[in-house]
């Protein structure tokens, strides 16, 4: 649990303890949660309960696969794309779930309004979390970064790839000026996403340890752009809690050049080391 900061992971093993009042949830649309042990993700809505944070999961509807016969489950407000994919089975028996008391008529309602009949419909036992006694549910939410947060984190990737332009490509930083780079600079100033950018959670690529083998504290930003790729990524870490890719320009070739950099800031002791790229995507300090 990070305290008294909205940045980085608010873990929940338990149910909802009663400190989470100490780590305010940001106004967030919604968490993807993975229960322990469960390969399948929900999603639960964060509502503010006075000095508490209550867990409402939306109500959902599971279809199984034509292919591989597993559910996967989609909102009701994303009944669409159900329907749409060919290999969704959506005229069989499909699953409703839901934390409200209305919530399966609730799905039975637009399942008919989408031309589906919940005739053989059924709870699904295997993913419905378990409340506890005070109806809280028992999940664990991995990851919570709200539109704010990404903004600031496409903002440090742009300011640093400016940084290394100059440093490494003779400074000349003029071409930053293109339209190429539009849609990151609107996103940071304004929230804009249209189109892009584009963001992704990362694949925890990084690799900042101690004289202990210990992954220290601090962030990690790292930027990729090689000659024979024209998409510029930017990977920004806070904390080692949580990394996220921020694509800063697709298909870019004005120019041709390989940039690889990358720096870790040390919390501990507020150093600051440059990185060297090794294979599979791994960093390590210089």
């Not at 036992?125 to 991995?142: H, M, N």
């Not at 903004?151 to 003029?174: C, H, P, Q, T």
Request: with cysteine; hydrophobic share 35%.
């Amino acid at each position: 649990m990070v305290e008294k900061t909205i940045l980085g992971p608010l873990r929940y093993r338990s149910g909802i303890k009663k400190d989470t009042r100490r780590a305010p949830v940001p106004g967030a649309p919604y968490l993807v949660i993975n229960r322990p042990g469960r390969e399948t993700l929900l999603e639960l809505h964060p509502r503010v309960d006075g000095n508490d944070y209550e867990l409402y999961m939306p109500t959902q509807v599971g279809f199984p696969s034509f292919e591989t016969g597993e559910t996967r489950y989609f909102r009701l407000d994303d009944l669409d794309r159900a329907i749409s994919d060919e290999t969704i089975d959506t005229r069989s028996q499909h699953y409703i779930v839901g934390a409200g008391p209305n919530s399966r008529q609730e799905a039975v309602c637009v399942l008919a309004n989408k031309g589906i009949v919940s005739k053989d419909h059924r709870e699904d036992p295997a993913i419905v979390p378990q409340c506890g006694e005070d109806g809280r549910l028992e999940v664990e939410a991995r990851t919570l970064i709200d539109p704010l947060i990404k903004r600031a984190m496409a903002k440090i990737a742009f300011n640093y790839l400016a940084w290394a332009v100059i440093r490494d490509l003779n400074g000349s930083w003029e071409w930053l000026m293109q339209h190429d780079f539009d849609a990151v600079r609107d996103f940071i100033r304004r929230g804009d996403v249209g189109d892009s950018p584009r963001f992704r959670i990362g694949k925890g690529g990084f690799l900042v340890q101690r004289g202990t083998g210990k992954t220290a504290s601090g962030h990690v930003i790292t930027l990729s752009w090689q000659r024979y790729r024209r998409d510029m990524v930017a990977r920004v870490s806070l904390f080692l809690q949580f990394e996220w890719e921020t694509l800063l320009a697709r298909s870019f070739d004005r120019i041709s050049w390989d940039l690889r950099s990358g720096h870790f800031w040390n919390l501990e002791n507020r150093t600051v080391k440059g990185l060297t790229p090794r294979p599979a995507g791994l960093w390590t300090p210089l």
